[in-house]
């Protein structure tokens, strides 16, 4: 990973990956394993906070709960 590498894409693709392993219910290692690799280069970025994690954890839930209340719609 390159420190250069934009804070806010780091923590999109850990959006993403959170939010996939919520609406698969993923138990498999792949999908987990594509989460902690975002994870980690997240939480190495020279410009990591906290407050950042959190609001991409808290987005991959209410993405979750947008596709959770989608299928019911349906």
């Not at 934009?6 to 919520?22: K, M, W």
């Not at 190495?44 to 947008?66: C, I, Q």
Request: glycine residues 6%; charged residues 25%; without cysteine.
């Amino acid at each position: 990973m390159s420190s250069s590498t934009n804070i806010s894409i780091l923590y999109r693709e850990f959006t993403d990956a959170l939010t996939e392993v919520l609406a698969e219910n993923a138990v498999g290692p792949a999908r987990r394993g594509r989460l902690a690799r975002a994870r980690a280069a997240v939480k190495k970025h020279p410009d990591y906070s906290e407050h950042g994690h959190f609001l991409a954890v808290e987005t991959a839930f209410r993405n979750w709960e947008v596709m959770q209340n989608a299928g019911r719609a349906t």
